[in-house]
């Protein structure tokens, strides 16, 4: 058996090459840092360029600015991050979207319905794909795609395409867990329940009352920090989760769990 005050966490990634998207901002630049921190080599993909370029500078990595909803230029993210770093041993597909005009399915509209589609669930579909050419030429790597606690509880606040999507990535990341899991490569859905990100409180700051609706279900009291949902992705892409996949990964803060919540 290991000596395990001798193991030192700092190195469980290291020699791992880790492709984030949505990684200039929010839990993809958390996650960049923890992923760093423990050894990784990072490679950032973003839309946004000044954004993404300072994230790389951040983790001493590599940023390639991509469109997720393109499959060309998701197939160049994971093909630049082999050819620069030598491999593709963690995909966190990440990128996500949720716009005001997704909202109740009576008032969003088809154009807006799309839009989230394409940016939320086609986009994990084309990363995992991406990731997968390399992965399973490799026979091992471990795919992070972010869902959400929408994907296994209904909000009474509606964003019908954002929850739709993110269920969509959990029963897909799912299959491909089981698909996969033989040849080497592990594949789970992280669920985070709300999460105090730039997105969250742009948000919210325009509806307070909202915010409150949300706040009130969660037991721990508060929303989740980025760096805490770092960690759980830092543990789905270690082989300390070895033996975890087509997980439904719930960091949530008890929000799945719980009937009410006293105030």
Known sequence: MADLTRIDL??????????????????????????????AKVVIGDLDAAAGEAAASVVDGLFVQVDVTDQEQVDHLFDEAARVYGSVDVAFNNAGISPP??????????????????????????????????MVAQGRGSI????????????ATSQISYTASKGGVLAMSRELGVQFARQGIRVNALCPGPVN????????????????????????????EPEELAAAVAFLA??????????????????????VTPL
């Open 10 to 39: 700092t190195q469980r990634l290291a020699g791992r090459v880790a492709v984030i998207t949505g990684g200039a901002s929010g839990i993809g630049l958390a996650t960049a840092k923890r992923l760093a921190a423990e050894g």
């Open 101 to 134: 005009d997704d909202d109740s399915i009576e008032t969003t509209e088809l154009p807006a319905w799309q839009k989230v589609q394409d940016v939320n669930l086609k986009s994990v579909y084309l990363c995992s794909r991406a990731a997968l050419r390399h």
């Open 144 to 155: 992070i795609n972010t869902a959400s606690f929408v994907a296994v509880l209904g909000s």
């Open 197 to 224: 990100t730039p997105l969250l409180q742009e948000l919210f700051a325009k509806d307070p009352e909202r915010a409150q609706r949300r706040l009130v279900h969660v037991p721990v009291g508060r929303f989740a």
């Open 238 to 259: 270690s082989d300390d989760a070895s033996f975890i996949t087509g997980s439904t990964f719930l960091v949530d803060g008890g929000i799945s769990s719980a009937y």
